[in-house]
């Protein structure tokens, strides 16, 4: 499977309160910590240069916090600087983005 990251850069992280918001280029992925535990991840496939939103989810005991739509606009930020599409193929993704106009420009 082709990567459209930029390997080599730096991983981007958001430090927000205790959890940490991560951009995971080489596991596809943008995931969030608490901790240094795995609470939260959004993955995406790398499918003919465009970025297919498979999977959003967060542990329990941490959702309604706004984690999720983070996880997911981290990958449409990181796809907004690499000039990458997405295709929202999770539920929650096409929640977040299908019908926004603020979106547009990725979809």
Same mark, same amino acid.
């Given at each position: 499977?082709?990567?459209?990251?930029?390997?080599?850069?730096?991983?981007?992280?958001?430090?927000?309160?205790?959890?940490?918001?991560? =951009? #995971?280029?080489? %596991? +596809?992925?943008?995931?969030?910590?608490?901790?240094? &535990?795995?609470? *939260?991840?959004?993955? =995406? #496939?790398?499918? %003919? +240069?465009?970025?297919?939103?498979?999977?959003?989810? &967060?542990?329990? *005991?941490?959702?309604?916090?706004?984690?999720?739509?983070?996880?997911?606009?981290?990958?449409?930020?990181?796809?907004?600087?690499?000039?990458?599409?997405?295709?929202?193929?999770?539920?929650?993704?096409?929640?977040?983005?299908?019908?926004?106009?603020?979106?547009?420009?990725?979809?």
């Amino acid at each position: 499977m082709e990567n459209s990251c930029r390997l080599g850069e730096k991983p981007r992280n958001i430090q927000e309160n205790e959890l940490v918001y991560v =951009f #995971e280029c080489e %596991n +596809n992925r943008s995931a969030v910590y608490d901790k240094n &535990v795995l609470i *939260g991840r959004c993955e =995406f #496939e790398v499918i %003919n +240069n465009v970025w297919n939103i498979t999977h959003t989810i &967060v542990n329990p *005991g941490y959702e309604g916090r706004g984690i999720a739509r983070k996880l997911v606009t981290m990958i449409i930020d990181e796809a907004r600087k690499n000039n990458i599409k997405i295709n929202p193929i999770c539920s929650y993704a096409q929640k977040v983005m299908l019908g926004k106009e603020e979106y547009k420009d990725v979809l």
